[in-house]
């Protein structure tokens, strides 16, 4: 599967008359793209900003945030299973305007969750979204709407923001291209490379996925088992951000850091990336072991990895699963990496892992238990009511896992923890 | 800096394992690897008393030991103490670990010692001492003891201690953040590159290894016994009356069930973010199964169901917490005259 990505680059963005893409400067019509949002009548009403890099402003409580991407015509379905039809992800050309983002704001949901875009000082270095010119969309749902009714507004919204943006670019030619190109487990010609996988969980069934709650190709995936994707599925609308997104957004499945670099070493002859496998955490034990044990027999018997690399999604159960999926790995003859994030409680090393197998031998431990940052007051909210925007623009502490991004669980996170 | 410094009877120069009983003795001045601790501490500094015990001696009287040593410290105003370095010898490291500990706890000057990692003493006491990494060989004397002393000097004027592997010392067990270069992903696929290659690697973090908990006597007759629940489930009466937090529990409550043959939703809910709780709120018996036990109690099954259950949330918890609250809950059990106990989990 070859997927070509057409890199057009936003070093601005601004309001204008029409929608446009002029050079680098992305342009944007603010009341058409209220108009083909308000096309969906659970919406009430849609308010847009903008923040640039550097300004003193901040965005918040976060939904999502999505790289603005459209599929050449021809080439394959937009967001597959949400705005599009069902068709595989991740073949043909994707055009991408690179340095820019869609930032979904949710109304409804509270500061605890501490979801932020923090556009200037301190924090905002530590974090990868900050250099992004963000169109922030705050979409006002019809309030008799159940919570996980207007949650799927919002997922709409996003997708429709993204590929309203990115269709400036298709009369355009791009910066640069990108080529991903795997046959996956039948890679031929690469003898003696380590074949290397990823396992990565999409879901922690601590919470119950909503019933319209779309994460894989439109699926809530409940009732699902582990299931095998080209690395480029990932990387192309196949796969977005469930509701519980702890560290956790669509545009690292889009720019998803881990497939990227295992992408670049197979490039470099160093690997053969051979495939990926999409898992859930669990909520009872058999289906932890059931999920645990079919994804390290994927790896295993359908994709003959020599190598895995797996990651979590959410907090403890997650954790303690992909433990249990990488221990089935080594002891399958599969080397495994995993990544952690911050446990412990009372900073004790003793503290910081949910399991106890010595099989499991390779950690990277992603810190932010006590990094955090005194925010000034901004001058610029972008907030789903009044209420959150009096809560936002003061000066505030805050820690790293509020700060998207910084204690990301995709692998983009430069915050980790050293033990003393 | 005055210096009291301590060493087990061979590097005191007393001799080998038949000097093992020897019991604690001072010395003043610097004696055997002293002199060289003198050297690399500089010219402000001085050994002004030796201890030296006998190793059998030390494992076997340590309140002696450290009382002796207290009175030392004390009576000669040491701004420092200093044990060993002990490399591999396991009592000296340990006698060394315990008067380190005590010396700084009870008279607040630093303390500082060396061992090697395999040491049974590091296992004691990394977490409370800064302990350098003396590694096997004696010959590594000097090279140990220079460690130490940037170390005593970096704790005397309460300088921040760098990294283990940039001070020497064997990790604490620690926690603290720092920004690196490299993203997550970036060093996830370095790593595993190096183990498919058979390379060397650096995991971020080493798998603690716990001692086993060996199992209890089994109980003789079970139609005898009383039988108590207990989880970690979180399951609580209506309003959580002990406000058992749902995440990392300090707390655990007792509940009283003598009188239900059955648990109701709607008189309990869950304090337990962990989980998806859905089905224990519709029947708490799931989490707590009093039903079934009521059942076996009148089939003589089991001898008597105990009158509470206790409960708290094992969501997120640190160990030193989940050890403090498993030894509450044991202790109140005996106390009651349990006999055994079901342990539920989420």
Known sequence: MELTLAIHQVNDLRFGDSTYLDGSTLVVDRESLTNHLLEDPRLQSVDMDIANPGEACRIGVVFDIIEPRIKEPGAGSDYPGILGPIATAGQGTTHVLRGAAVTVVDEAAPLANNKIVEMSGPASEASPYSVLHHLAVVPHTDPNLERHIAQNTLRLASVKTSVFLAKTALDQSPNATEVFQSDGPIQAGRDGLPRVAYIGQIHSRQRVAEVDEQILYGANTAGMVPVMLHPNEWLDGGVVSGYQNMGVETYFYQNHPIINELYRWHREGKLTLVGTIATMAASDNEDRERNCMLASEMAKWNLAADGVVLTKYGGGAPHADMALTARLCEQSGIFTTVQVSDMSRDRQAESALLFNYPEVDAIVYVGGGDTSWDLPAVEKVVAGNPAMTAALEVAQGIPAGGICGVTSQQGISKLRCFVY | ?346
């Open chain 2, 1 to 346: 800096m005055r210096v009291v410094h301590y060493l087990n009877q061979f590097f005191g120069g007393l001799g080998g394992e038949e000097f093992a009983s020897a019991p604690p003795e001072v010395r003043d001045g610097a004696v055997g690897p002293g002199r060289l601790l003198e050297r690399v501490l500089g010219q402000d500094s001085q050994v002004v008393k030796t201890v030296i015990c006998g190793d059998n001696f030390a494992a076997e009287n340590p309140d002696v030991l450290k009382e002796f040593v207290l009175k030392e410290v004390a009576a000669c105003k040491a701004d420092l103490f200093v044990a060993g370095p002990c490399f591999e010898a396991g009592r000296y490291g340990a006698a060394a670990g315990a008067l380190c500990v005590d010396v700084s706890a009870e008279i607040g000057i630093p303390a500082v010692t060396g061992m090697a990692v395999e040491n049974p003493g590091v296992d004691l006491y990394r977490q409370k001492l800064y302990i350098v990494d003396s590694g096997e060989s004696v010959s590594a004397m000097e090279a140990t003891l220079s460690k130490m002393a940037a170390i005593a000097a970096k704790l005397s004027v309460g300088q921040e201690m760098g990294a283990p592997t940039d001070d020497g010392y064997i990790p604490r067990g620690i926690l603290r953040d720092g920004f690196v270069e490299k993203s997550a992903a970036e060093r996830m696929v370095e790593m595993l590159y190096a183990k498919t290659q058979g390379a060397a690697f650096q995991s971020e973090l080493t798998v603690t290894t716990f001692p086993s908990v060996p199992a209890p006597p089994p109980v003789i007759d079970i139609s005898k016994a009383r039988v108590a629940i207990v989880t970690d489930g979180g399951v609580v009466p209506q309003g959580n009356p002990d406000n058992i937090a749902h995440t990392a529990a300090t707390t655990w409550g007792s509940y009283d069930i003598s009188k239900k043959n059955d648990l109701k939703g709607e008189d309990y809910e869950v304090a337990h973010r962990g989980y998806d709780t859905r089905y224990v709120r519709q029947d708490p018996d799931r989490m707590v199964p009093v039903d079934v036990m009521r059942e076996l109690e009148s089939e003589g099954v089991v001898g008597k169901l105990h009158d509470q259950f206790i409960s708290t949330s094992g969501l997120a918890n640190p160990l030193a917490n989940s050890r403090r609250l498993g030894q509450e809950i044991a202790q109140k059990l005996k106390d009651s005259g349990v006999d055994a106990v079901i342990l539920t989990s989420a």
